[in-house]
Every structure is written in structure tokens, then in C-alpha cells.
């Protein structure tokens, strides 16, 4: 039985409509949230590794009055891999470009996690935004962050899955003991109600991958690269939404990341790891607010 989400009534609050769009010649799924009027923000939103859409509507739901565009990316959630392609960061990236180009030209970039280095390369690469917004950004290899020992035991992982007879390899990819154990690792909340959400979010949405070789492909894209490559040459206004018990990148690495961009504001949140998103999404949309000067929501 699904938990119920602590920010349901928020979300239930802002319209949502699914729409498609055909991009680098194959579909990809969709969500606008929000009011669409010329007179008002759009933000086109990229999620992280292994989920969709559903993982940034906590903060959404703190965005009213926002317009809000969140895709799958290619070969997850609803979004079918690009036939014939490596899903590497040159897809990933010029595929960024062209929806962005084709659904909300000039919308401000935000990325989570994976979804920072892909709107980075974007950006870096040319896309057009007036601002870009990093939350939880990968600003150090990940192999050498303080969980660098179970990233390669990640990348094992992966690799065995990858290797193994598809149907064994695709089932231990997906296994349910995986998924939790992940989960639990990354949640840093005490809250019992939340910590529930957040590891019924992980078990519904972070086997929703196409097949084992997309993901094998998209997992060696985010260990292969960081922010830090990127940073120097994007000349928009960034805005860094850290976590100070983040394990995948520490913060003072976050730090030395803000340093690294010609105009940069770093907003770190406290008692809280790489699930921003889902453990506070008020302080990273209260953050979001003021660096577009947006008036604050009300309420929490």
C-alpha cells in the first residue's frame, strides 16, 4: 500500500498536465506544473540518478506560482531510451538542449544529483538560461567522496548486472533488498512518517529504468564526470543548494565547488544528506525563491 506523501495537499494545490514531446527522434514524458503564463517563471527541472519526475515534486509543491517542467530523462520512468544511441553525457546533454530548446526556451536549469552534471554540460556547452540551480550538485568524483569504497563496490555492481543473463542481471538490478538498503544509506531524517515516504518513493520509482544496459550506461556517466569540469565556463547566475551530511559529495567540497563559478550563491542545509528533495524541499524552494526574488510561499 503506497505511504502518503507529507506534501500531498501542497502538490494537490498546483495543476499538473503529462504532455510528450519528440526529441533526438524519440518521445520523452513530461510534466508542466503550474500556471502557464508568459508572466511567470518556468523552470525546466532535472532529476538525479535512477529516479523520474515524481522525486522533485516535494519541492515543487513549495514552488507555487512557478511553472515547473519536469521531464524523464531518456530510459527512465515513462521516457524510452534514444534507439541507437550510447546514453552517455553527450546524449544526455544534447538531448537536455534540445528539449529545452523545443518545450521552454530559455527557462531557467535546475539539476539534482546526476541531473547536476548533465544541466552543467548543458549550460557549459551552450544552452541558453538565464540562471542555473544546482541541488545536492556533484562537485567531486564520486569514487573519492566519503562513501568512495561503496562506490565501487557500486560499480561492481553494476557491472555484474550488466554481465549477467538478462533476465538474472535485470532482477538484481531491481531487487528489493538493494533498493532499501540504497535508501536507507541516503536518508539522513529521524522522522519516522518521512523516512517511511522516502523509502516507499525508492522502492515504486527506482527500478522504473528501460533495461539493464541503459542504466549500466547512465551509472558509468555519473561516477565518469562532476560539476567541477563545467563550472569555470558557465557565465549565468548559480545557485548551490548543499547538504551538510551529504555522502555523496562532502561540503566542503561543495564549497570549493562555489569558488570555481564566475557568479556563484551557495545555500547549505543542515542535518540533511543527498535526499534534499525529499527532506527538505521547503528550505531548497525558500532558497529557490530568493535567488529568483520571488516572494516567499506561505506557510510550510
Known sequence: ????????ARLGE?????????????????????????????????????????????????????????????????????????????????????????????????????????????VAGGLETPRLILVNPIGAPALEGPKGVLTRIAVLYYALGARLPEKLGTALLRHPLTV???????????DAALRRFIHDQHDTYFSRFADREVLH?????????????????IDVPTLLIAAQRDDITPIDAERRLATMFPDSELVEIADVGHLIHYEAPAEAAGAIRRFLRLPAARGR
Open 217 to 233: 550506461e547512465a551509472f558509468i556517466t555519473s561516477v565518469s564526470h562532476d560539476v567541477r569540469a563545467f563550472a569555470g565556463v
Open 1 to 8: 500500500m503506497p505511504v502518503a506523501s507529507p506534501y500531498a
Open 180 to 190: 532499501r538498503v540504497t535508501s536507507v544509506a541516503m536518508a539522513k531524517t529521524r
Open 14 to 122: 498546483i495543476p499538473v498536465e503529462r504532455r510528450e514531446v519528440t526529441v533526438l527522434g524519440s518521445t520523452t514524458a513530461y510534466w508542466a506544473y503550474g500556471p502557464d503564463r508568459e508572466d511567470v517563471p518556468t523552470i525546466i527541472a532535472v532529476h538525479g540518478f535512477r529516479g523520474e519526475h515524481h522525486g522533485l515534486e516535494p519541492v515543487i509543491a513549495y514552488l507555487p506560482g512557478v511553472r515547473v517542467i519536469s521531464p524523464d530523462l531518456p530510459g527512465f520512468g515513462e521516457t524510452p531510451p534514444v534507439p541507437g544511441r550510447e546514453h552517455d553525457l553527450g546524449l544526455y546533454t544534447g538531448w537536455l538542449c534540445e528539449f529545452a530548446r523545443t518545450v521552454a526556451p530559455g527557462a531557467i536549469i535546475l539539476g539534482h544529483s546526476f541531473g547536476s552534471i548533465v544541466t552543467s554540460a548543458a
